[in-house]
């Protein structure tokens, strides 16, 4: 069950990796839009190319390998892992994940069509969504029922303020460079 747990990581690893990235492309091809013809067609038509290539190939295939070893982990042991309430929260976390990843992909659909109405900036905080719940999800895996609630919601909260506030940091820093 050891290589499963660890297929399952390492499969979770590269989910995140692929919807990291995947949104950084989405930035990229935003801020495309700024240049002249034909500079704005040839980078956004390579950054669609490399969206679904790193969509279809890895982040996709990585999200059904993880929830697959995952499944199995609990199906080996179901009265273990459907009574810790940490799996529970788990399971809530990788549910909004799962909503994450299908909205990455209609905005994936939404560059190719050139439909997308995202700021840069606002794609910014949205790939700092799924870091939320890579914490969250890594703490709850990690702490389990040794985590007090009150504590990983105000460690959750802070994390995010912390993330939106280096955001703002950047961003100013990005302006003063210009």
């Not at 989405?26 to 500079?39: C, L, N, S, T």
């Not at 199906?75 to 309430?85: E, G, K």
């Not at 909205?103 to 794609?123: D, E, F, N």
Request: aromatic content about 18%; glycine content about 6%.
């Amino acid at each position: 069950m050891l290589y499963v747990k660890a297929l399952h990581v390492i499969f979770m690893v590269s989910w995140f990796a692929g919807l990291f990235y995947m949104v950084r492309l989405f930035i990229y091809f935003v801020e495309a839009d700024g240049f002249e013809e034909p500079k704005k067609s040839i980078l956004q038509e390579q950054l669609g190319i490399m969206q679904k290539r790193l969509w279809w190939i890895i982040t996709t295939p990585a999200m059904v390998l993880t929830i697959v070893f995952g499944t199995w982990m609990i199906l080996d042991q179901p009265n273990y892992y459907l009574s810790q309430p940490w799996m529970h929260m788990k399971l809530g976390f990788v549910f909004l994940l799962l909503i994450y990843h299908f909205y990455c992909q209609k905005m994936m659909r939404q560059c190719h069509a050139g439909t997308i109405g995202w700021t840069s900036g606002k794609l910014r905080l949205w790939n700092e969504v799924a870091t939320l719940f890579l914490v969250a999800i890594v703490f709850l895996v990690i702490l389990k029922n040794s985590m007090n609630w009150i504590y990983g919601t105000l460690g959750f909260f802070g994390v995010a303020i912390l993330l939106m506030l280096g955001i703002q940091f950047y961003k100013k820093m990005r302006k003063t460079r210009s």
